[in-house]
T-cell receptor, first 115, second 113 residues
Framework: DGGITQSPKYLFRKEGQNVTLSCEQN?????MYWYRQDPGQGLRLIYY???????QKGDIAEGYSVSREKKESFPLTVTSAQKNPTAFYLC??????????????FGEGSRLTVL | AQSVAQPEDQVNVAEGNPLTVKCTYS??????LFWYVQYPNRGLQFLLK??????LVKGSYGFEAEFNKSQTSFHLKKPSALVSDSALYFC???????????FGAGTTVTVRA
């Protein structure tokens, strides 16, 4: 089945450690996104990528980094510079067309807890 | 800048009664509007979208939404709610010139039997 796979689903990290969240899609979508979800705040955009080897900062990029070496993959690294990394992280993808009307398809999320 | 407001944190209805989840938006141009649903510890599932045309949009699981340009609203509705509709609902907007999708804070719907 086509879809988006995020791993791990649950992750615990000590303060000062970097951690990388995986996101893989087999939908042949060009665009991929990372969102952070906190209770009562909705989803906030961290980074997005419209094409391989290119990505843009979202609204809360500080303390995060990404890469887009392959169309299928868009890993997110939460660095030690992120002051409050405990959150639920969601990866998404969408088609890219001239009209740009496509909805986002989401993975099942990764819950990161900093101990 | 674009933004979405969901004025109600929670909506409680009895099973079989109509369900409405409110959403208002702000964009500089013409909007693309979306509704998503999220069950606990899961990703978001797409329900429906408004792109252009008929102001009443029908989506998955019997949901529909009405686009009102003058009131900048896009309320989600279901004529007869089910207990299984209990979840967190998000409204989202995108300006037609942008790839970024902005989400509201979400509305928790509880349908009691």
């Amino acid at each position: 089945d086509g879809g988006i796979t995020q791993s791990p689903k649950y992750l615990f990290r000590k303060e000062g450690q970097n951690v990388t969240l995986s996101c893989e899609q087999n939908l042949n979508h060009d665009a991929m996104y990372w969102y952070r979800q906190d209770p009562g705040q909705g989803l906030r955009l961290i980074y997005y990528s419209q094409i391989v080897n290119d990505f843009q900062k979202g609204d809360i990029a500080e303390g995060y980094s990404v890469s887009r070496e392959k169309k299928e993959s868009f890993p997110l690294t939460v660095t030690s510079a992120q002051k409050n990394p405990t959150a639920f992280y969601l990866c998404a993808s969408s088609i890219v067309t001239g009209a740009n009307t496509g909805e986002l398809f989401f993975g099942e999320g990764s819950r990161l807890t900093v101990l | 800048a674009q933004s979405v407001a969901q004025p109600e944190d929670q909506v409680n209805v009895a099973e079989g009664n109509p369900l409405t989840v409110k959403c208002t938006y702000s964009v500089s141009g013409n909007p693309y509007l979306f509704w998503y649903v999220q069950y606990p510890n899961r990703g978001l599932q797409f329900l429906l979208k408004y792109i252009t045309g008929d102001n009443l949009v029908k989506g998955s699981y019997g949901f529909e939404a009405e686009f009102n340009k003058s009131q900048t609203s896009f309320h989600l509705k279901k004529p007869s709610a089910l207990v299984s509709d209990s979840a967190l609902y998000f409204c989202a907007v995108r300006d037609r010139q942008d790839y970024k999708l902005s989400f509201g804070a979400g509305t928790t719907v509880t349908v009691r039997a």
